[in-house]
């Protein structure tokens, strides 16, 4: 399996604290080592490092560490190859444009047997089953929706096909055009979200950040990730078929899920 | 007015020599400023990284000098903003998926009152006449050929395509989708194929390399750029209209174009 990262803000945020701790699990504490990707958005923008080399060891790792990228919305994935090979289109997170907005995605999990017929509006790239279901999420909203609908009804949508694709397998992911960020749970992710009054925090690799000194009272950072990556936090279990919609660092819609996450799968 | 450069070769290369002479024009000899951009093609995979800093200064620049990618394909932009912000989503070069591949695209020049109707399958991201002209061009392509068409087939409709959005304005590009590479010149594009036997090639700052040390007697790179980047080789210069259809560095299409470049445009 592969793990995932996510961060939605309502003021520019470097996620480095985060991400390092997190890129210590491709190589180091854990073996998610078949390459890894992180998406900036910066306005509608977006800057993608991918790489195929372990996270913790990849120089474009220490590029993203060193260069203090600040954004709204970042996702990122250490992966573990279960289908397709270890190579460049491969590595998620995945790129389309839908409505003129630069859409990313990032999937935990395998989901088997998705069809995609020659005319789909999005063709998958590489191999990987993620970026195939990745286009049939994004060919099905182009077609129900010929321009950009609104939030209520895109989050709606995504729900409804992605319980219709979660029929096929495990399909934990994380999502964002660079306004919001919505996650959906089916075995494991958890969340936390940073706001006034800031404090210390401790890393599970006891590096330690006091936010109070980086931060302003109105700033809220919502962190999302397959592993909670702290140990003083509050991290939020999502359970099974649960969906959250993040914008400006707020939960906006919510579906709890009913099940409690499949152990099994993790 | 921006740069273009651009790189297709038989064997994977590394464009440091080339790109390094390129960035000083971004900054240092010239002041194509306004942000740059570099695809490098692995496999049906792109590495890409842009920066709104100028690329002779900015720390991406380095990053692509440090890390040495070797590509059959790579395509580099630097830019001088005449329409759009100075900002990520206005850098080129685009991307978009085509028939499940990665089309890269990079332009120098201005096309005015191209029109894309808000139900096109690709829309504009950034504000851009250049992605605008990419996104009409991808969507007649997409809807001349429901799959991949042949090779002459698709070089034959870029050059129709392309003669349409021409009478629009400036449209030198530079465009590939990982296996080939197409230009196209209007005022101002040169090449030149470096083949067997490999000799010193001059930078135009003076820097000197010897390609024979780094080459094989089979190896061929052609290197696409607006300007000459080098003082003793024999650069093509293309006419207005031209078009070039390079793969595994051999040019296999051409239309050489009729008219001198308009040197009132450059």
């Known amino acids: 399996m ?3 990262l996510g961060m939605n803000c309502n003021t520019p945020t470097d996620i480095s604290f985060s991400f390092e701790g997190f890129r210590r699990r491709a190589g180091v504490t854990d073996k998610h080592s078949d390459g890894f990707g992180i998406a900036f958005f910066e306005g509608k923008g977006v ?3 991918r790489d195929n080399q372990p996270a913790a060891f990849s120089p474009l790792g220490d590029v ?4 203090r990228i600040k954004s709204f919305n970042v996702i990122a994935h250490i992966r573990q190859a279960t289908q397709g090979a270890v190579n ?3 590595t998620h997170p995945f790129i389309r444009e839908i409505w003129g907005e630069n859409w990313v995605f990032a999937h935990n999990g395998t989901v088997e047997d998705l069809e995609i017929c020659p005319n789909n509006h999005y063709q998958p790239i590489g191999t990987t089953d993620s970026e195939r279901a990745f286009c049939c999420m994004a060919a099905e909203l182009k077609k129900r929706f010929s321009e950009k609908p609104t939030e209520r009804e895109l ?5 409804d096909i992605s319980e219709e694709i979660a029929t096929k397998g495990v399909f934990n992911f994380i999502l964002s055009n660079g306004e ?3 996650a959906r749970c089916a075995t494991k992710l958890h969340y936390v979200t940073r706001k006034h009054p ?3 925090v401790f890393r599970e690799d006891d590096v330690v950040i006091d936010f109070s000194q980086y931060t302003t009272e109105q700033d809220k950072v919502t962190i999302i990730t397959t592993q909670p990556l702290t140990k003083n936090e509050e991290w939020i279990e999502m359970k099974n078929g649960g969906y959250v919609f993040f914008k400006d660092g707020d939960k906006v819609f919510e579906i709890v899920g009913t ?3 499949c152990k099994a799968h993790v």
């Open 2 to 4: 592969c793990q995932l």
């Open 180 to 182: 919001w960020m919505i």
């Open 259 to 261: 099940l409690p996450p």
């Open 88 to 90: 460049i289109e491969n």
């Open 47 to 49: 800057r993608i490092f």
């Open 155 to 159: 989050f709606n949508a995504v729900v």
């Open 198 to 200: 800031f404090s210390k």
């Open 64 to 67: 993203v560490k060193n260069y």
